[in-house]
Structure formats: structure tokens, C-alpha cells
């Protein structure tokens, strides 16, 4: 996707995405645990933002965290994606968000494999598409 074909306003970001989508991708919500498709997906492919088509993960970097969210060693390409400090509901984490589009797509956590840098990037399914 173009930049210019991206929404700018919330209103044609309801119109794009479904009401799941819109409610974790641009009010950072969250989908319950094992709930979501794409967290026991075993398929090969890379993993792009549901909003503007980004790429983020690469399925070779997809592991069971058993958390219940489809969890990631590393992103695609660090430039794709931004962290910012969350406080909120009282815990102290990092959130991950699309780089081109400011999307929500979850946290990253110091608990992931330690033999593969020690994160784990906990991305919620309805922000993800498999390009396989």
C-alpha cells in the first residue's frame, strides 16, 4: 500500500478494517488469549501489518511463548516497527506499533528465547496478515 492510499482520518480507518481490527489496531485494544488464528499458525510466509500491509515478521522467527498470542524472536526490519513505553493498567511494558501507520499491534517482553536474543514480541492476530 502507497502512502497516499492509507486512511488519514479514524472514519476511513472504520471503513478499511473490521470492528476488531479497528478496536486493537487504532485504540490499542488487545484480543483474548487463544483466541485469535493466527497463534498456532505453522504456516511459512511474512507476517504484515492488517492495516497498511507492512512487513513485520517473518514466520522463521514465529515461536509457541504459550501465552495465547502469536509471538515473534524479532521483527522483519527494526525500522518497520516502533516501541514506546506503556504504563498503562498499571504495568510497565513496551508497545510495539506499525512504523508507517501508527497501528497498535502489542508488546515486547525480555521472556522470549534465550538463545535467540531473549525477546518476545506478543503481536495480536487481528493485526497480522500471512503473505505466504
Same mark, same amino acid.
Given at each position: ?20 481490527? =479497528? ?18 499458525? $505453522? ?22 511463548? !504459550? ?21 498503562? $493498567? !498499571? ?10 501507520? @501508527?497501528?497498535?499491534? !502489542?508488546?515486547?517482553?525480555?521472556? @522470549?528465547?534465550?538463545?535467540?536474543? @531473549?525477546?518476545? =514480541? ?11
Amino acid at each position: 500500500m502507497d502512502d497516499k492510499d492509507m486512511p488519514k482520518t479514524e472514519d476511513e480507518w472504520k471503513k478499511k478494517l473490521t470492528p476488531e481490527q =479497528y478496536r486493537i489496531l487504532r485504540e490499542k485494544g488487545t484480543e483474548a488469549p487463544f483466541s485469535g488464528e493466527l497463534n498456532d499458525s $505453522h504456516e511459512k510466509g511474512m507476517f504484515v501489518c492488517a492495516a497498511c500491509g507492512n512487513q513485520l515478521f517473518s514466520s522463521d522467527t514465529k515461536f509457541d511463548s !504459550g501465552t495465547g498470542w502469536p509471538s515473534f524472536t524479532d521483527p522483519v526490519n527494526l525500522q518497520n516497527i516502533e516501541l514506546h513505553e506503556d504504563s498503562d $493498567h !498499571g504495568m510497565h511494558r513496551t508497545e510495539v506499533t506499525c512504523k508507517r501507520c @501508527g497501528s497498535h499491534l !502489542g508488546h515486547v517482553f525480555d521472556d @522470549g528465547p534465550q538463545d535467540k536474543g @531473549g525477546k518476545r =514480541y506478543c503481536i495480536n492476530s487481528a493485526c497480522l496478515l500471512l503473505k505466504k
